[in-house]
């Protein structure tokens, strides 16, 4: 298995199977007035647990859903029953969203058998899939910390990569706020994108029907933004979320080297430290 993606129909043949772990991930933008275990409690895929991607996570900052320790995540995962040796399978209920976030952090936390769900929770309802309500019953299993540092960029390295031009910054951000041109849905964040920074909006990756767009389309989108595919690569976004899709749009392209850069623009347009630059 080379894709990053599993499809609804390889799934639903799986759904009994003892060596699948299913997790949703389903989260929702700041203001949107819902919350990912509301969505996941009024019906999910059978068997999966619910991943709360802002409360596993890193509580000594405020940061949004910054990556939690090695341990803290360890405890996490496997209190919702996870193990490194089975196949993890995430979704979300947008399509494909949020699900990539949990499928990094996976790959991050030493996870080799981790994919996304093509089209989530969206296309699994379209095609008249079975839900519950009810959570499943969770067998807690102990998991050894681990970190791929490799992975993940903080401030200190998306500085040093602007000054030592040693890889290629890829924005998921809409191009009016990339640009500057629309406000951050966060208070209290400048407007812009970091110096350099190549554009390639995480909505336009994903069909309407939130599958992901098959490779073609994929390298086309990251070509005409001036991306270098055969160069490193750090992508960004507004706190790391969509960031994580760009990583997967660019594992299905054969680079499952890809960096995020967790605090993102919430971090980075925060601080008046940091450069900006407006405009295209």
Same mark, same amino acid.
């Given at each position: 298995?080379?894709?990053? +993606?599993? $499809?609804? @129909?390889?799934? %639903? *043949?799986?759904?009994?199977?003892?060596?699948? /772990?299913?997790?949703?991930? =389903?989260?929702?933008?700041?203001?949107?007035?819902?919350?990912?275990?509301?969505?996941?409690?009024?019906?999910?895929?059978?068997?999966?647990?619910?991943?709360?991607?802002?409360?596993?996570?890193?509580?000594?900052?405020?940061?949004?859903?910054? +990556?939690? $320790?090695? @341990?803290?995540? %360890? *405890?996490?995962?496997?209190?919702?029953?996870? /193990?490194?040796?089975?196949? =993890?399978?995430?979704?979300?209920?947008?399509?494909?969203?949020?699900?990539?976030?949990?499928?990094?952090?996976?790959?991050?936390?030493?996870?080799?058998?981790?994919?996304?769900?093509?089209?989530?929770?969206?296309?699994?309802?379209?095609?008249?899939?079975?839900?519950?309500?009810?959570?499943?019953?969770?067998?807690?299993?102990?998991?050894?910390?681990?970190?791929?540092?490799?992975?993940?960029?903080?401030?200190?390295?998306?500085?040093?990569?602007?000054?030592?031009?040693?890889?290629?910054?890829?924005?998921?951000?809409?191009?009016?706020?990339?640009?500057?041109?629309?406000?951050?849905?966060?208070?209290?964040?400048?407007?812009?994108?970091?110096?350099?920074?190549?554009?390639?909006?995480?909505?336009?990756?994903?069909?309407?029907?939130?599958?992901?767009?098959?490779?073609?389309?994929?390298?086309?989108?990251?070509?005409?933004?001036?991306?270098?595919?055969?160069?490193?690569?750090?992508?960004?976004?507004?706190?790391?979320?969509?960031?994580?899709?760009?990583?997967?749009?660019?594992?299905?392209?054969?680079?499952?080297?890809?960096?995020?850069?967790?605090?993102?623009?919430?971090?980075?347009?925060?601080?008046?430290?940091?450069?900006?630059?407006?405009?295209?």
């Amino acid at each position: 298995m080379t894709d990053p +993606l599993v $499809s609804t @129909a390889w799934l %639903a *043949e799986r759904l009994s199977s003892e060596d699948i /772990r299913i997790v949703d991930a =389903t989260w929702f933008m700041p203001g949107e007035g819902k919350t990912g275990a509301e969505a996941y409690a009024a019906g999910h895929i059978p068997g999966a647990v619910f991943f709360d991607i802002d409360a596993i996570a890193d509580h000594a900052t405020d940061l949004p859903h910054m +990556l939690p $320790s090695d @341990a803290a995540f %360890a *405890e996490a995962a496997g209190a919702l029953g996870l /193990r490194r040796d089975l196949i =993890t399978v995430v979704y979300d209920g947008q399509g494909i969203f949020s699900a990539p976030r949990v499928w990094w952090t996976l790959r991050v936390m030493g996870f080799p058998e981790a994919f996304v769900l093509d089209g989530g929770l969206k296309a699994w309802r379209a095609e008249g899939r079975p839900l519950e309500t009810a959570a499943p019953d969770i067998t807690v299993t102990t998991i050894e910390p681990a970190f791929d540092p490799s992975l993940v960029r903080d401030l200190d390295a998306v500085r040093a990569t602007l000054a030592g031009h040693d890889a290629q910054l890829v924005d998921a951000r809409s191009a009016a706020r990339f640009r500057g041109e629309a406000p951050e849905p966060r208070v209290g964040l400048r407007s812009g994108h970091m110096p350099g920074a190549r554009n390639v909006p995480w909505n336009g990756l994903v069909k309407p029907d939130g599958t992901m767009k098959a490779g073609p389309e994929l390298k086309a989108a990251f070509q005409a933004a001036g991306v270098d595919l055969n160069g490193p690569i750090v992508t960004t976004c507004g706190s790391g979320v969509s960031a994580s899709l760009l990583a997967l749009a660019l594992a299905r392209l054969g680079r499952d080297d890809v960096a995020v850069y967790d605090g993102s623009w919430t971090e980075w347009g925060g601080r008046a430290d940091t450069p900006i630059v407006t405009g295209a």
